[in-house]
């Protein structure tokens, strides 16, 4: 069962904003409310949070606005690690929320001796204050580069099972990719079912745009959906007693893909994906007088293990 400030941290305001790879907002907030008291939770329900984590360089830097409804705050700070900056941001916002977080108890003012009837005595703030700054401007999203080379099988495109080759690129903007890479079929060879004194040897590549969606974005693991639409060519040349003429043919592709990245270090990570491949033109090759000796099928697949850096 959740305690009371959990519920109160759901219903605020706490818009949190991470590279790829840092705590997500679900995460933060778990972690956030289990840092406060039951005291924080009227206060949390009436208070905006904007944080945003950023890398520059070699260090990471948590920019935070907070509205109370008496004016926005903002505070900044860097650290050499996304978690150390994430739990210096956390610490300052529970802080900035929970007037008796950490247990110290709220100051009360000395009382003051006189012999005329006492002043007023205002009593100490209950909360810590942020110094007012000026509206903070809009945060920018981090646009990361992206490369990745993978090996793996395709299925159902050549005579039989080929090696295949992929190499591509682009750019990560929060959870969204938009790649292009090229692919290449290794060749297979296929003997004529009417005459095995003759056969082919096939190949093929592609090129095209990728776009992927990271359903899960953390700090180690990314879960990738990706669609795609490449084009190219099939390329067969005929072996055994056939003249050794070299034939090719256009070939396309629409994917849908999905696959998982294991980030060893902050900026480099092993993947595998498994993808489904419907083609949009299916070119058939003959030999004379044997006849058909394949032709591309409906639908294929691949599945390939690879490596990808990102920077910064």
Avoid at 154 to 177: D, E, I, K, Y
Avoid at 244 to 263: C, I, K
Wanted: aromatic letters at 6%; glycine letters at 10%; one cysteine or more.
């Amino acid at each position: 069962m959740l305690a009371p400030w959990l519920l109160a941290l759901a219903s605020s305001d706490l818009d949190w904003r991470a590279a790829p790879g840092c705590p997500d907002a679900h995460e933060v907030s778990e972690r956030l409310g289990a840092m406060l008291s039951p005291e924080a939770v009227a206060a949390i329900g009436r208070t905006r949070i904007s944080v945003d984590v950023l890398q520059r360089g070699p260090h990471w830097e948590a920019r935070i606005y907070l509205d109370d409804g008496r004016g926005p705050s903002e505070r900044s700070f860097a650290a050499t690690s996304c978690d150390a900056v994430t739990d210096a941001a956390l610490l300052l916002i529970a802080m900035a929320i929970d007037p008796r977080f950490g247990g110290a108890p709220v100051p009360v003012p000395e009382p003051v001796e006189s012999i005329d009837p006492p002043a007023p005595v205002e009593p100490a703030p209950a909360e810590l204050t942020i110094a007012p700054a000026s509206t903070p401007a809009p945060a920018k999203r981090r646009v990361q580069g992206l490369i990745g080379a993978s090996a793996g099988v395709g299925f159902a495109v050549m005579p039989r099972a080929a090696a295949v080759l992929r190499l591509g690129g682009g750019v990560v903007l929060g959870r969204v990719a938009l790649l292009l890479d090229a692919q290449a079929w290794l060749p297979r060879g296929l003997d004529s079912q009417s005459n095995p004194a003759v056969g082919a040897r096939a190949s093929a590549w592609t090129l095209g745009p990728r776009g992927c969606v990271f359903a899960v974005a953390r700090r180690r693991v990314a879960v990738p959906l990706c669609v795609g639409a490449h084009g190219g060519q099939i390329v067969a040349q005929g072996t055994g007693a056939l003249q050794p003429r070299r034939r090719a043919a256009p070939w396309g592709h629409a994917s849908v893909g999905a696959g998982a990245v294991v980030w060893v270090v902050p900026r480099l990570g092993l993947g595998v994906e498994v993808e489904a491949l419907v083609p949009w033109v299916r070119p058939a090759f003959a030999t004379d007088p044997s006849g058909i000796a394949f032709r591309v099928p409906v639908a294929s697949a691949r599945g390939s293990l690879g490596v990808i850096v990102r920077w910064p």
